[in-house]
């Protein structure tokens, strides 16, 4: 299991896959990375050798962004989006969504959990009270 930048990827894979374990590189930025360091598609992860590990590890923390330098930059661009008061600071801000998605139904990822908002409805308040058919009787007697 080759360790890249601190992060182990799976040997057992080819390579343009097994980079994609790194955060912030996906299936086509691992291409564009295994073609400047001149590997050959197809290689195995546990095939590479310490030049190839070597060559990829300089390229990496040269020309790109990844992991937690990544992470951090997302997240002082979301601070300055809330700071400046912007639109999409505001949506963050609110967790609601920055992307124009719509937000009457859906937007459950964003938003959490569904939480009731008005007045109680009858059927629902007998649940609650635990007034069903059995307790009928004593419904009237427990509002003095």
């Known amino acids: ?3 890249i930048i601190g992060i182990d990827i799976p040997g057992k894979k080819r390579i343009e896959y097994a980079l994609c374990y790194i955060y912030g590189i996906g299936p086509t930025m691992a291409l564009e990375i295994i073609r400047k360091a001149r590997i050959k598609e197809g290689v195995k ?3 590479l050798t310490d030049e190839n ?3 990829i590890t300089t390229l990496l923390q ?3 962004l990844v992991e ?3 992470r951090r930059k997302i997240g002082t661009d979301i601070r300055r989006l809330q700071s400046i008061n912007c639109y999409r600071g505001i949506r963050h801000k609110r967790g609601l969504p920055v992307r124009g998605q719509r937000t009457k139904t859906n937007a459950r990822t964003r938003k959490g959990r569904k939480q009731t908002v008005g007045a109680i409805r009858d059927k629902s308040l007998r649940k609650v009270a635990g007034s069903g058919p059995s307790s009928a009787a004593s419904a009237p007697a427990s509002k003095k």
Do not use: S
């Open 1 to 3: 299991m080759p360790r």
């Open 45 to 47: 992860a546990e095939q």
């Open 53 to 55: 590990i070597a060559a």
């Open 62 to 64: 040269t020309e790109y």
């Open 68 to 70: 937690g330098d990544l």
